[in-house]
């Protein structure tokens, strides 16, 4: 535990006690608004300056892993191209089709962020740093999740444009499936936590046995658990290798085919922002939050711990996408339905089954041994009918 | 959110309003699906009923309005599906999802 | 008085007026969600926090998207050219009246009979939790077979037929 008035609580709770400071220059009736004005302000200034940092991360880590450099040119090593992104998405002209749908067309980009920025509100970035604390707060970030996919609807079809609508529809289909993979994987922590509010599930993950801490992923049905997650986070912010609705190869760009300029931007400025929170979800659920890895590490600020964990959580996404070939959208469902829902549900048993089984070894030995023999299972179930044998390479001569 | 309060009454005229502008909803439109989409206003009233009844009724902590009123939420859900999948049946069989020309039992 | 519910209920009637007024069918399943989310911020007032996101993510996350796709299936997100409205609408339009100064007469008439101001309750999720499980653990059941079945009798029904044997 913390002693209160050392260096290293003060860091911890810095951002709070510089709140009250600014908060306590107002009268007491106007407090708790600028508290929450104050909160608002925060968000909107710290996550799109992460959004920054990861637009780097991935021009730079996708180009290395394609064998080139990435964008080298703007500041030193290309670090400041998001500036020049930024300018560039400014300055290009507006184009609204002239059949599109205006009103519509308009609204959807702002749909999109408004839900995305509300699902920042309940995280909890540090010790006693949740914007709010709602006694359902996950339930409140999967409705907000759930009501992203109208918009991405909205975009394609008020664009009049084949292409668009196809996209659109292919998108709307994936994110309802892999919804229901997400909540599945989220529900097994809810039933060891017993609660549904972030800041609980967090606290439940920052006791430590020795050094080691009490993480979810930490145990076999998390881990499943966690696997789960990033796949099913991956296909809902259509992020590659799920991206068949906005392939840049195949149906020009999907939902966001007629827009440029400055919308365009807020589409994209939404999806990574989406990748940004679920990324965070995950590691509040999963990774512990903003709880240190080993027990000496206390010292270092909460705040830090978090946002190191959601910038692996990305690095994870970068990594996927530079790997891993686009999926098929008949693929894609077919892994949903009949692959990980199935697991899912089996996670949800083996969870219960850890939680009555109380302490020790056995519990993990059988845990482990279930659900190691489901994937297996389920792997060989999918292959039956396939014949893939060894890879032949063909080199140019 | 209980600076200052609102009456009962409010939340109740609120439904009935949505309510009989479901039903209107039901009754004119040419369209299935808005039939349908009448449908789950009027539902939606209800579940306003239910919930306001829950808030300012005598055992909040029984739960009961809450419970029905989720029960109430997923069984529309079940039925817009149901709904919705005859619509689709009846527009593959006769090519139009228009109420006023399917007024015979024939076909 | 309150105005965060008078602007609330005007948010959820403007979005139903305009769903059962307006000509396009998709702009119409746009307004009946702004409807749903109104309603959904009611239940937030009225402390039904459960309630409220369950609304959110069941109507606005599921069923409006349904509701779109079986438009887009119907092909029905083209100008209708006989009309939108049916022939006989000063029917239901009276009916729909009536119902209203019904429902409103008797609202009006026991004010007096019903408490018109309560405490805040202190319900849980964990509370809910409890009650689902335990007093209410047969008509969650009744409700999961319920899915099941009108789950499969959608896909039953909308299923393309197959050609038999010619």
């Known amino acids: ?397 | ?107 | 008085m309150n105005p965060v519910f008078y602007i609330l209920a005007v948010l959820t009637l403007a979005g139903g007026l305009a769903a059962i007024l307006l000509r396009s069918l998709v702009h119409s399943v746009l307004a009946v969600t702004a409807a749903f989310a109104g309603l959904a911020l009611v239940f937030l007032q009225l402390d039904a926090q459960f309630a409220g996101f369950a609304q959110i993510l069941i109507y606005i996350g599921a069923v409006a998207i349904l509701i779109v796709f079986a438009v887009l299936l119907t092909r029905s997100s083209e100008l209708p050219k006989s009309g939108v409205f049916s022939n006989t609408w000063i029917v239901g339009l009276v009916i729909a009246a009536g119902v209203f100064a019904v429902l409103g007469w008797a609202v009006l008439e026991s004010m007096s009979a019903v408490p018109q101001q309560a405490a805040v309750p202190a319900v849980t999720v964990h509370d809910i939790g409890n009650a689902l499980m335990g007093r209410y653990v047969l008509p969650l059941e009744i409700v999961a077979l319920l899915l099941t079945a009108a789950t499969i009798g959608a896909v039953i029904v909308a299923m393309h037929e197959k050609e038999g044997p010619k």
Not at chain 1, 358 to 373: K, Q
């Open chain 1, 1 to 397: 535990m913390m002693h209160d008035g050392s260096l290293a609580a003060n860091l911890d709770q810095i951002f709070i006690l510089l709140r009250d400071w600014v908060v306590g220059f107002l009268p007491a009736v106007l407090r708790p608004a600028a508290d929450a004005v104050l909160g608002v302000i925060a968000i909107i200034c710290v996550f799109p300056a992460f959004f920054a940092v990861v637009v780097v991360l991935e021009r730079k880590g996708v180009g290395r892993i394609q064998n080139r450099y990435g964008p080298n040119r703007v500041g030193p090593y290309g670090l400041f191209q998001p500036i020049a992104d930024a300018i560039k998405a400014l300055i290009k002209e507006d184009i609204v089709p002239n059949r599109a749908d205006a009103v519509v067309h308009f609204m959807a980009p702002l749909v999109l962020l408004i839900t995305v920025f509300m699902s920042f509100a309940v995280l909890p970035v540090g010790r006693n740093m949740a914007l709010v604390d709602m006694d359902s707060g996950l339930l409140f970030f999967i409705a907000m999740g759930a009501a992203t996919e109208l918009s991405v609807f909205m975009a394609g079809w008020s664009s009049r444009n084949k292409y668009s609508l196809l996209g659109a529809i292919r998108a709307v289909a994936q994110m309802i499936s892999y919804e229901v993979i997400l909540l599945l994987s989220t529900v097994t922590v809810v039933m060891i936590t017993g609660s549904l509010s972030l800041t609980r599930i967090v606290e439940a993950q920052n006791h430590f046995t020795w050094i080691l801490p009490h993480w979810f992923i930490f145990t076999p049905w998390g881990v499943a658990a966690f696997v789960m997650f990033i796949i099913a986070g991956m296909a809902e912010t259509n992020r590659s290798p799920f991206d068949v609705p906005e392939g840049e190869s195949e149906i020009v760009a999907g939902y966001h085919t007629e827009y440029s300029g400055f919308k365009f931007a807020i589409f994209y400025i939404a999806e990574y922002l989406s990748m940004i929170s679920i990324s965070a979800l995950g590691a509040t659920l999963f990774l512990g939050g903003w709880s240190a890895p080993l027990s000496f590490l206390n010292w270092v600020p909460s705040w830090i711990w978090f946002f190191a964990k959601v910038l692996i959580a990305m690095f994870v996404f970068i990594w996927v996408r530079g790997t891993v070939p686009r999926i098929r959208q008949d693929q894609l469902m077919n892994f949903a339905w009949k692959f990980l829902l199935p697991i899912a549900l089996i996670d949800l048993v083996v969870t219960a089954l850890w939680h009555f089984m109380g302490e020790g070894w056995m519990r993990w030995m059988v845990t482990a041994v279930i659900l190691v023999a489901c994937w297996a299972l389920m792997g060989r179930l999918e292959m039956r009918n396939r014949h893939i044998g060894p890879r032949k390479y063909r080199y140019a001569e």
């Open chain 2, 1 to 107: 959110m209980t600076g200052f309060a609102t009456p009962l009454a409010n939340y109740l005229l609120l439904a009935a309003l949505l309510f009989a502008i479901g039903l209107a909803g039901a009754l004119t439109r040419r369209n299935a699906i808005m039939v349908l989409i009448g449908i789950e206003l009027m539902l939606n009233a209800a579940n306003l009923n239910l919930i306001a009844f829950w808030r300012y009724g005598p055992h909040p902590e029984a739960l009961t309005g809450m419970m029905f009123a989720i029960f109430s939420i997923a069984v529309a859900a079940a039925e817009a599906a149901v709904g919705l999948g005859l619509v689709i049946a009846i527009y593959r069989h006769t090519n139009t999802t228009d109420l006023d020309k399917m007024n015979r039992m024939k076909g």
